[in-house]
């Protein structure tokens, strides 16, 4: 089976510093992708990064990058210089197999990221 | 906006009504996915088409609900005699092709039974 999880319920940052979110999952299968998403108060589910298990490099997108440590099955969200608008629920994600191949989406609990000024 | 849209955005309904969602995907988008999220959990998955055919249901899924997705294109989710555990947001996502292509996600219709 498949699993994620994410062990902080909450985080604090201060404006312009560095932040990690913590990721770890469970799978057997050799192939997987893993997913990050921002969810604002709004409720709008939005993509930020994408790491496919076969990539030999960790995915960067713009402030946000992906430390991929696949030994230890973690792939947790780095963002660098946060902004107000970052304070959301953060959620880990991987791709399940199910009927016809992969399909659906197995989400953490979330964190949520309150930036202060 | 070319993005995931859903209607409506906030429906209050009473116990034992009838409610239905609807879901328009991106364009060109041939799978399209229902996600349901309580508070404060990370959305589950109920059911995905690709095209117009209903490929997978969760077991979340009881015999209340229906989905459908005519012609391919938007999709609706029917809940019938609606209880009060159905209250959650019900998140409608998008994706091009099967594979690595990501989900797009609607912003959600919040659901709350009284």
């Known amino acids: 089976a498949q699993k994620i999880t994410q062990t902080q319920p909450g985080m604090f940052v201060q404006e312009k510093e560095a932040v990690t979110l913590d990721c770890t999952y469970d799978t057997s299968d050799q192939s997987y992708g893993l997913f990050w998403y921002k969810q604002p108060s709004s409720g709008e589910m939005i993509f930020l990064i994408y790491q496919g298990s076969y990539d030999e490099q960790n995915a960067t997108e713009g402030r946000y990058s992906l430390n991929f440590q696949k030994a230890r099955k973690s792939a947790n969200l780095v963002i660098s210089a946060s902004q107000l608008g970052d304070s959301a629920m953060y959620f880990c994600?991987?791709?399940?197999f199910g009927t016809g191949g992969y399909n659906k989406l197995i989400f953490g609990a979330g964190t949520r990221l309150a930036v202060h000024p | 906006d070319t993005g995931v849209s859903q209607d409506p955005r906030h429906k209050i309904t009473k116990r034992g009504q009838n409610v239905t969602f609807r879901c328009d995907p991106i364009s060109e988008h041939n799978r399209l996915y229902w996600y349901r999220q309580t508070l404060g959990q990370g959305p589950e998955f109920l059911t995905y088409?690709?095209?117009?055919?209903?490929?997978?249901k969760s077991r979340l899924l009881s015999d209340r609900f229906s989905a459908e997705r005519p012609k391919g294109s938007f999709s609706t989710l029917e809940i019938q005699r609606t209880e009060q555990g159905d209250s959650a947001m019900y998140l409608c996502a998008s994706q091009f092709r099967a594979g690595t292509d990501t989900q797009y996600f609607g912003p959600g219709t919040r659901l709350t039974v009284l």
């Open positions: 088409f690709q095209n117009e055919a209903q490929l997978e």
């Open positions: 994600a991987m791709r399940g």
